[in-house]
């Protein structure tokens, strides 16, 4: 049966002795307490060292991770010298910095609230769509049962977010939840219903009551390409492979547009714009604390740099979140997301020796934390309990067959069709054997303050999506992010076209810029380190070592 | 570290056996722009063929999602030109002849199966080509619901339909016409904008820490 | 009952729902338990003349493997262009040599052996149920209505193929007249109805329907029928604006009737032969 090794094979006689006796328990739920304990013990962003004060910029003295310090505490990669800004070569009312979930909504809706499709521009690193918008798998949030309410979700929100959240994004939010809900219903996609229309919805961690919508698995796919679709029938133009590396502000400080960089042809695009809408995403790529990650290609913070260069001030990125589950084997799959649904459906997370040892559906980041101290050596304080695999990875199981055994036959390959998908390229069947996951560096709590309209402070600049923060707090629940980008993107989209509208820009300068070098260079930050990132490197050491650039 | 050669467009190079092709592509010394994406298996970014030494097929898959193996000739598909006709969902009806008259060419489909063949989810490509050809819209959404547009049908179709668009269109045609909406979304929304829920937010966003902290706490859970 | 394969084409699940449903309800009167073949296929529809177009056989042969794949002999259509399609690939890979180069390609499949024998609906009706026992079936009589019978062209050309004698076929006046109705063998029911031609020169088929329905009224004709969905669908949608307004229906849906069937979803003006 399957493709694990021997010895892992013992555990799983282990997990399939203990399943009769678990199909019909629920573990407890940790108290407020002991979910602390279990964040301050484990979590890896108690962790003093992983991070540092920032020493530049308008959010001196607020830690972050060294991965996003440096990035933050970076040289620009265009020497403003060398570039002239002054001539735009596209010149539009809305620039739309980034082509996944969130800025694809604020396009649709700076289209619906009167911005002419001519006018208005997405820009984006890689293709339109590539996000991690596109790779949500479980569902989105929205309290639409009868016996829920927006107020019950606000509370879950908050709590989730250890209260750290601000309160009138939460507000937004939730009050906007049923409306995003319906006007997807009416751009044709596909939710997971009744025959009668009743949306099906369940459990996510942290949630009180049972608001996760979801598509099978592919909520975030169906999501994202049926809103890439409006965008094509308005008209709406995109700039694929052409990432914002610089914005511009004119003599007053409100942003203007931004220098795009064609990441084929190394040409520079210089586009004017009267509002800029980021959109940039999140930054599982800059592998923090060195943790596999669930994120796309792009996720590399670049929104971040551009808008603290520009004076924006961030918020909560001191809280990284870590996906319990994560795929742990085999060695092809590993940190790629295990939907919180799967959970959802009942498979219970289990050690070494077949227990369980926490509740499945504790929010992410305290699930996560229980994961790492059963996995973690005595040592170091664990309870030495994981699977460790031939590569050294460590996991726990989440034991999948409990899945169909609960809700019948089929329901797996049904209604988690992606990873089933996932696994059988593999040959282990989720169906038949349980699977090893560990944390996975999944999502950017916080990012760029905004108000509830996605406004950053600075003039002309808005925000949406998971480069903003303050809407999750220190730790989102699952299914508020794809809520988040729709709500966020819509404000965003229709405040941009507001203030495009009537605002008075003045010459496109890189002016900020050079002030921001300024401050780096008295803060003492190394010449060499330039940023935004762009892309991760993942080229072989030994190609690297002889790379010589010759043309 | 056990190594095989992959040949990529051609050209042989040594890597670590295990790896998919796009890691393997990357410890070669490629810079992926086009060509990647999700890295999960979810956008379509990465789409490849590839031909094994002594085998006449030629396969297709996403090159994150594939091992590589020995003697491997490797060519990726970054773009697929495709048709998407201009249309407003507002404007269209669901009806079988809707697909037709905007994918005409999906009448020169002579079922060889060959988009099958190619699709990396491995879905009934060629019985979503006839049931779109008979105009049976949720049966088309059905079959192509885990479809990631990776082009790879659309590029081996010698009836040279654009799959991925009609497949689009007819989910969202399926989405928005053909399946019942959700009346107790609409009573909410209703609900919402009437400002049922103004008061008890309202006082939620007026609790201290303490006292939201209780709230919290008090939360009935639903089972 | 008698179990029978059944293709039932593009269009019977189309816009010919209501002909497929009242002829499903006259086979289970006469015996048949049609069983539909699974994941079948678009026939094939309009065969390429080159000789060495294979291509244009993988569609409609591999239709013919899964009703091999149910264990079955045959096949029944409803409709005159699967017919002539289905058939021509059964006879076209006798050949061994094509038969071998079509089973090569078709590598996801289980081979092809042959031997499957395609059936029309009218073939059926006349070989094995017999005009004797159709008549025998009637529980509304037609009640001596005028009934012009349209064959088309597909049914009887080319003759290898051809239901019934491509000159003086009689098969469907003699299932009207089992029926009850008097047909109308009019001068032009074995024109051609402009088929797909429909899609992009509408007004080549407008024209001919127009000739069509004019001879079969001159014809003194009530009402006219088919057996081919396309047919029905040409002369019921594509008529010129001063056409006869005669009604147009496929044969099988007047079987229907005839043995009882509920009121048919598509009109059916038979009023006159209750």
Not at chain 1, 187 to 210: A, N, Q
Request: glycine residues 10%.
């Amino acid at each position: 049966m399957g493709t694990y090794p021997k010895e892992i094979q013992e555990s799983i006689e282990r997990v399939e002795a203990t399943r009769p006796a678990r199909m019909a328990m629920k573990p407890p739920r940790l108290t407020l307490q002991e979910q602390e304990a279990l964040l301050k013990g484990f979590h890896p962003d108690y962790r003093p060292e992983g991070k540092r004060k920032l020493t530049v910029g308008a959010s001196w003295g607020e830690p972050v991770p060294h991965e996003l310090a440096d990035l933050l505490e970076a040289y620009p990669l265009l020497d403003p010298r060398e570039v002239d800004v002054s001539q735009p070569d596209h010149d539009v009312d809305v620039l739309v910095i980034g082509g996944g979930g969130a800025g694809t909504v604020a396009a649709i809706w700076a289209h619906q609230s009167g911005i002419p499709a001519a006018r208005i521009l997405i820009a984006t690193k890689l293709r339109h769509g590539d996000s991690n918008s596109i790779m949500a798998q479980g569902g989105i949030q929205a309290a639409d049962k009868a016996n829920d309410s927006p107020a019950i979700h606000y509370l879950d929100v908050l709590g989730g977010g250890h209260f750290t959240n601000d309160p009138k994004l939460v507000r937004a939010l939730v009050e906007d939840a049923p409306s995003v809900i319906r006007w997807h219903e009416d751009l044709g996609v596909m939710y997971d219903k009744e025959p009668d229309g009743t949306m099906i919805t369940i459990h996510g961690g942290g949630t009180s009551r049972k608001r996760m919508h979801s598509a099978k698995d592919y909520t975030g796919l169906e999501i994202m390409r049926v809103l890439r679709d409006e965008a094509r029938s308005r008209g709406i133009p995109v700039l694929e492979f052409s990432p914002a590396v610089e914005l511009l502000t004119d003599g007053q400080g409100q942003v203007v547009g931004a220098v795009l960089w064609n990441l084929e042809t190394s040409e520079y695009t210089v586009v004017r714009a009267k509002a800029v809408v980021l959109a940039t995403g999140g930054w599982g790529r800059l592998h923090i604390q060195g943790f596999p990650t669930t994120n796309h290609y792009g996720a590399t913070a670049d929104g971040l740099v551009l808008a603290y260069r520009a004076g924006a001030k961030l918020r909560d990125l001191d809280a990284v979140q870590y996906h319990p589950t994560g795929a742990a084997y085999p060695e092809q799959l590993v940190g790629l997301l295990i939907t919180e649904k799967v959970r959802g459906m009942d498979a219970l997370p289990l050690n070494r020796l077949g227990e369980v040892f926490v509740h499945p559906l504790e929010p992410r980041d305290v699930e996560s934390a229980a994961f790492i101290r059963e996995c973690a050596s005595p040592e170091k304080g664990g309870r030495g309990l994981g699977v460790t695999t031939p590569t050294g990875m460590v996991g726990v199981w989440l034991d999948t067959p409990m899945v169909d055994m609960i809700h019948g036959k089929g329901t797996f390959q049904r209604a988690l069709s992606s990873i089933h998908r996932m696994y059988v390229r593999f040959d282990i069947d989720p169906t038949r054997e349980p699977i090893l996951v560990y944390p996975t560096l999944h999502y950017q709590n916080g990012g760029v303050v905004i108000d509830e309209h996605g406004w950053t402070g600075v003039p002309g600049l808005f925000a949406a999506g998971e480069v903003e923060g303050g809407v999750h707090g220190k730790n989102r629940l699952m299914g508020n992010s794809l809520l988040d980008y729709n709500v966020f993107g819509r404000r965003a989209g229709i405040a941009a076209a507001g203030h495009a509208k009537k605002a008075t820009p003045g010459a496109p300068t890189l002016a900020h810029v050079g002030r921001y070098v300024e401050q780096l260079k008295s803060a003492g930050v190394p010449a060499d380190r330039k940023a935004p990132l762009l892309l991760p490197e993942y080229r072989g050491e030994r190609a690297l070592s002889r790379m010589v650039d010759l043309l | 570290m056990n190594e095989v050669t992959v040949f990529i467009m051609g050209k042989g190079y040594h890597v670590p056996e295990g790896l998919t092709i796009m890691k393997a592509m990357e410890y070669a010394g490629y810079r992926l722009g086009r060509g990647c994406g999700c890295r999960g298996g979810y956008c379509g970014a990465c789409a490849t063929v590839y031909r094994l030494r002594g085998d006449y097929r030629l396969y297709a898959d996403l090159a994150c999602q594939t091992p590589v193996q020995d003697g491997m000739y490797i060519a990726q598909i970054p773009f697929t030109p495709a048709e998407r006709p201009p249309y407003q969902l507002a404007d269209l009806q669901p009806r079988g002849e809707t697909l037709l008259s905007l994918f005409p060419e999906l009448a020169r489909c002579v079922a060889c199966n060959t988009c099958t063949k190619a699709c990396p989810q491995k879905l009934e490509v060629m019985d979503a080509v006839q049931a779109a050809l008979r105009g049976d819209i949720p049966q088309v959404a059905e079959l192509t619901f885990d479809c990631v547009s990776c082009g790879l049908c659309t590029m081996r179709c010698p009836a040279e339909i654009s799959h991925h668009h009609v497949w689009q269109l007819a989910r969202r045609l399926n989405g928005a016409y053909l399946t019942p909406r959700a009346l107790h979304v609409q009573k909410r929304v209703q609900e919402v904008a009437a400002g049922v829920f103004k008061a008890d937010l309202d006082a939620l966003l007026s609790l201290g820490k303490d006292a939201l902290v209780a709230a919290y706490k008090a939360r009935e859970i639903e089972s | 009952m008698k179990k029978l394969a059944y293709f039932p084409g593009c269009a019977m699940k189309d816009q010919a729902r209501p002909d497929e449903a009242g002829t499903l309800h006259a086979l289970a009167a006469l015996g048949y338990e049609v069983a539909e073949i699974p994941r079948w296929n678009c026939c094939g529809t309009v065969h390429s003349l080159a000789k060495d177009d294979l291509m244009r056989h993988v569609g409609p042969v591999r239709n013919l493997i899964r009703v091999q794949g149910m264990g079955e002999k045959r096949v029944l259509t409803l409709c005159a262009m699967c017919y002539g399609t289905l058939k021509r690939s059964a006879q076209f890979v006798r050949e061994e040599e094509r038969l071998a180069r079509i089973n090569a390609f078709l590598d996801t499949e289980e081979d092809f052996r042959g031997g499957i024998e395609v059936v029309h609906l009218l073939t059926l009706l006349r070989d094995e149920v017999g005009y004797e026992k159709l008549a025998s079936r009637v529980k509304r009589t037609l009640n001596g209505l005028k009934v012009a019978t349209y064959y088309g062209c597909v049914l009887l050309r080319p003759r290898e193929f051809a239901v019934d004698d491509p000159d003086r076929p009689e098969v469907m006046e003699r299932v009207v007249e089992a029926l009850g109705g008097a047909p109308v063998p009019f001068p032009e029911r074995m024109e051609c109805c402009g088929a797909y031609l429909t899609v992009g020169r509408s007004d080549i088929v407008t024209d001919r329907v127009g000739r069509i329905l004019r001879s079969a009224r001159g014809s003194g004709a009530d009402l006219v029928v088919t057996t081919c969905p396309l047919c029905q669908f040409n002369l019921a949608e594509r008529r010129p604006p001063v056409a006869p307004t005669l009604p147009v229906l496929y044969l099988g849906q007047v079987l229907g009737w005839a043995f009882g069937a509920d009121e048919p979803a598509n009109l059916f003006p038979l009023g006159g032969a209750r």
